[in-house]
């Protein structure tokens, strides 16, 4: 089921679609350095995408085996076609093994920023 399919089965509201989506995905690895160059490669042509306003991969300085990534899309419908696309698949495909469990994932909204 898509995220949109999933929005309108469970109720969520539309108004969100104008918003920016920030989102952080946590990552625990059983091969944490094959999924470095992996990622790297994922974010860079996740940053290239239409939509897209950032997309960084961080990793953990106590356990190295733990990644995650901080992502903002001007709206909603640009990270469903981000997760929906060839490249995001391909890629998840070559990743999935690596999970140690499943990333754990918030979608939120700015509530402050750098001022």
Not at 33 to 62: M, T
Not at 73 to 88: G, I, K, L, M, Q
């Amino acid at each position: 089921m898509n995220l949109l399919a999933h929005d309108l089965l469970y109720g969520h509201n539309y108004i969100r679609m104008s918003k920016q989506l920030y989102l952080v995905a946590k990552f625990d690895l059983d091969d944490a350095d094959n999924f470095a160059p992996i990622f790297a490669k994922h974010a860079k042509d996740s940053r290239a995408k239409v939509g897209c306003l950032f997309f960084y991969l961080i990793r953990d300085r106590e356990d190295p085996s733990k990644f995650a990534t901080m992502e903002c899309w001007e709206d909603y419908s640009y990270f469903e076609r981000h997760v929906a696309d060839d490249e995001h698949e391909a890629f998840f495909k070559q990743i999935k093994p690596l999970f140690r469990k499943p990333p754990e994932v918030m979608e939120a909204d700015l509530l402050m920023g750098m001022e």
